[in-house]
Nanobody
Framework: QVQLVESGGGLVQPGGSLRLSCAAS????????MGWFRQAPGKEREFVAA????????EYADSVKGRFTISRDNAKNVVYLQMNSLEPEDTAVYFC????????????????WGQGTQVTVSS
């Protein structure tokens, strides 16, 4: 089966930056779109960003547009989320996820999930 493993989370000050990575192992992700979601304590998991299998299409939640950038390196089976101008409201566990072909924003539409990595933005 497929394993997704996130890394790169940590504690940063408001206005700081982090780059999250998601490494895939196991079955190939050919023709899979990849995404990032986040979940704050006591809240539902929410869509953050997604990228098409070829990287030509990206989508972002309004709350992160202009601050976050999703990218992928299919040769390495790695997906990245560059997070700039971080705010306390960005504090959450961040999950990477995969699904076939089409970017959809509903959490229930995604097939594969990583274990999550904690991002804390605090002064």
């Amino acid at each position: 089966q497929v394993q997704l493993v996130e890394s790169g989370g940590g504690l940063v000050q408001p206005g700081g930056s982090l780059r999250l990575s998601c490494a895939a192992s196991g079955r190939t992700f050919d023709n899979y779109v990849m995404g990032w979601f986040r979940q704050a304590p006591g809240k539902e998991r929410e869509f953050v960003a997604a990228i098409s299998w070829g990287g030509g299409i990206t989508e972002y939640a309004d709350s992160v547009k202009g601050r976050f950038t999703i990218s992928r390196d299919n040769a390495k089976n790695v997906v990245y989320l560059q997070m700039n101008s971080l705010e306390p409201e960005d504090t959450a566990v961040y999950f990477c996820a995969g699904r076939p072909y089409i970017i959809l924003r509903r959490v229930s539409e995604w097939n594969y999930w990583g274990q999550g990595t904690q991002v804390t933005v605090s002064s």
